[in-house]
């Protein structure tokens, strides 16, 4: 795992964006798979400038996203779509039929996992995958307990996830308690990971990942045994 420490959240955006400008420059036809939260907001700021700029162009990238929660249809404001359109997607030049994120109101959401899987399969797997971590130590929403699930599936939040994630929310009820996430397989399955972490409460958590045991109570740690992932945060100063 190469490790690169910066000084702020503003640091830490900037590198993960060069690297994400620099692989679809280099491979126009990048598989990128992305995620949601706070942490990557900067990065795609970043991103749509560049684009405005004319430094990089999405035409021929494909997305596919780590996770979105069930219940909730992609118009809505909380769903991981309206967040990647509003973030990202409407400020650059990707093309529509080539975003793909889970579809949260499949009345089956076991099918859904398994047709998401398959699509990452179709398109020869993902070149580039950033991800943050909770605070739980999870990626994606692959939660901490006793296995991590290989292939992407329905995930069942954790009490702290959705702790966590109510902030996002007016009320903490309205959170929702599942998600269909990509698996720990499917994330390890990348050509390279970026791994994105910042702010002091993270910390802890983010040391035991990356240099402790590999252990399925922090999903993260699993990522020391990729071959070509680099983690940037602002916590190793
Ligand atoms: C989001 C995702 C999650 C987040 C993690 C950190 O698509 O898969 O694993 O990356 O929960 O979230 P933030 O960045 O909001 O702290």
Redesign the pocket.
């Known amino acids: 795992m190469k490790i690169v420490k910066v000084k702020s959240y503003e640091e830490m955006s900037s590198v993960v964006a060069d690297l994400i400008i620099a692989e679809v420059n280099a491979n126009p036809k990048t598989v990128l798979g992305?995620?949601?939260?706070?942490?990557?907001v900067g990065v795609y700021k970043l991103i749509a400038e560049a684009y405005k700029k004319g430094e990089v162009d999405f035409s021929q990238v494909t997305t596919v996203?780590?996770?979105e929660y069930c219940g909730l249809s992609s118009d809505n404001p909380q769903s991981?779509r309206y967040y990647m359109n509003e973030n990202l997607f409407k400020h650059i030049n990707v093309n529509k039929a080539n975003i793909h994120i889970p579809d949260g109101a499949a009345s089956d959401p076991f099918a859904e996992a398994e047709r998401y899987e398959s699509l990452i399969e179709s398109l020869g797997g993902i070149d580039l995958q950033l991800?943050?971590?909770?605070?739980n130590g999870?990626?994606?929403?692959?939660e901490p307990g006793g296995e991590l699930p290989a292939k992407t599936h329905q995930a069942r939040l954790t009490e702290q996830?959705i702790k966590?994630?109510s902030r996002f929310f007016k009320e903490s009820e309205e959170v929702p308690v599942s998600a269909i996430?990509m698996g720990i397989k499917t994330i390890m399955n990348a050509g390279k990971i970026i791994f994105?972490v910042n702010?002091n409460q993270?910390c802890e958590v983010l040391k035991k990942a990356l240099f402790g045991p590999v252990t399925t109570m922090i999903p993260a740690s699993v990522l020391q045994m990729h071959n070509n992932a680099v983690t940037v945060t602002d916590c190793l100063n």
């Open positions: 992305l995620a949601t939260g706070s942490t990557p996203n780590l996770d991981y991800l943050g971590m909770g605070h999870h990626i994606a929403f692959i996830t966590a994630n996430s994105a702010g993270k």
